[in-house]
């Protein structure tokens, strides 16, 4: 949201000094957060978005996103109030995680197949984390317990939907986009209209395919290093901020409201890291100490991935500020999952954990931390088998309410 104050223009300045004159007094400790944070782009979200970030311009430059959007129609607008280009995007959302899901719909604005109402609900939703970060890094790094990754998954992404639901009462009085047209005159089942859509999507698109590969592979480089200079940023403020003293009234604030409900203070730092960079968040969650019930840390963690941090925020306001998107909508639905997050994994805690021992059973190999490249592995495999199951859910279920609609129809003719 764009407020043209000056005592915001003020704030910041006040701010970016401040940041500055710690970094001069603190030059060693700030290098070093520095490293850490370049550490964590390369060895974590580097590759696991890279090739993500390439498929999905490539998929919108053949036509793909056009195909899933007039197959997942029937569904998407009567669910979550979006184009059925929706679908596509949420699946994409959940297997390759932030901010792959705003970077898509900024595309789709610039096309006009989205509103900004749209947009909005679709950026909304379909920001979540990743299954390699999940499994590979938090499950398996930083609690060493892979059977978590369960439980994590389950209430992260079971809530993701649920806040799309929520969202669709966002601008109700919005005018929604028109359907995908077709060829003039060409009529069909649901399947061949997909095709046609995809059909004509491409041929506007006219790129050839070299030229395609090119412009995919040097916009994601681009965006790939505007998400880790983001990274390395944060992680600079957070250990800055720490050495001034500063990050201490945070942590005192986020423990008198822990004490409400009952959790354990010592989460508090968790928190507060993870409102800023959700990895250093995770990590703080996984090493909370040994006194502290399993439960809570892990409900930390689940707090944590749902909000993103506010270094995920500033990704995804770079993405979509062009597009008129406004920043509250998503603020407001980042916390809402965060929350509903938080209280479902301490909800389904116990009704979860045959689930989580049955998979520690069958995936032994994950306990042991050396073997940490086999959960990055299983992380990417789960991104594959997250994006076919959403993609084959939705196709299936549109396809039901599509015969059911021609089922109703023939019968209103009977």
């Known amino acids: 949201m764009r407020i043209p104050n000056i005592w915001t223009s003020i704030l910041v300045s006040a701010g970016a000094f401040l940041l500055a004159v710690l970094l001069l007094k603190y030059p060693a400790q700030g290098l070093e957060s520095a490293l850490r944070g370049i550490s964590i782009w390369w ?63 900024a595309q789709l604005w610039e096309q006009k197949l989205v509103t900004r109402e749209e947009g909005e609900r679709l950026v909304a939703f379909t920001t979540s984390s990743d299954p390699i970060f999940l499994i590979g890094a938090v499950s398996v790094g930083f609690f060493h317990d892979a059977g978590l990754a369960v439980i994590l998954a389950i209430t992260h992404y079971g809530t993701s939907i649920l806040v799309g639901l929520l969202m669709r009462y966002h601008g109700r009085g919005a005018v929604p986009t028109p359907l995908l047209s077709v060829e003039p005159g060409k009529k069909g089942s ?6 046609q859509a995809m059909h004509k999507a491409r041929l506007i698109d006219g790129r050839p395919t070299g030229t395609l590969l090119q412009q995919a592979v040097i916009t994601s480089l681009r965006l790939s290093f505007v998400v880790g200079g983001l990274v390395v940023f944060f992680s600079v403020v957070i250990e800055l901020f720490t050495l001034a003293g500063i990050m201490n009234g945070f942590y005192a604030s986020v423990q008198s409201a822990l004490s409400l409900f009952h959790v354990p203070p010592a989460v508090s730092q968790s928190l507060v890291n993870g409102f800023f960079e ?34 995920v925020h500033a990704q995804i306001v770079s993405l979509v500020q062009h597009t008129g998107m406004r920043y509250y909508p998503f603020f407001l639905a980042r916390f809402i999952h965060a929350v509903l997050a938080m209280a479902a994994t301490i909800l389904l805690w116990n009704p979860l954990q045959p689930l989580r021992v049955w998979l520690v059973n069958e995936s032994p190999v994950f306990m042991n931390d050396v073997q940490t490249s086999a959960a990055f592995a299983s992380g990417i495999a789960s991104s594959g088998t997250i994006f076919a199951a959403v993609i084959g859910l939705l196709a299936l279920l549109a396809f039901l309410r599509s015969m059911a609609n021609v089922f109703v129809r023939n019968l209103t003719k009977w």
């Open 43 to 105: 060895d974590i979200l580097f590759p696991a978005l890279l090739p993500f970030f390439v498929i999905s311009e490539l998929l919108i430059g053949f036509g793909i996103v056009h195909f899933a959007g007039t197959l997942f129609d029937p569904l998407m607008r009567p669910l979550f109030r979006v184009p059925g280009i929706g679908g596509f995007i949420m699946a994409m959302g959940f297997a390759s995680g932030y901010p792959v899901g705003a970077r898509l719909t």
């Open 278 to 311: 959700v990895t250093l968040g995770a990590k703080s969650a996984g090493g909370a100490g040994q006194d502290i019930p399993l439960v809570y840390k892990t409900a930390a963690a689940a707090f944590v991935l749902s909000w993103g941090g506010l270094s």
């Open 190 to 195: 649901l399947l061949v209209r997909s095709f």
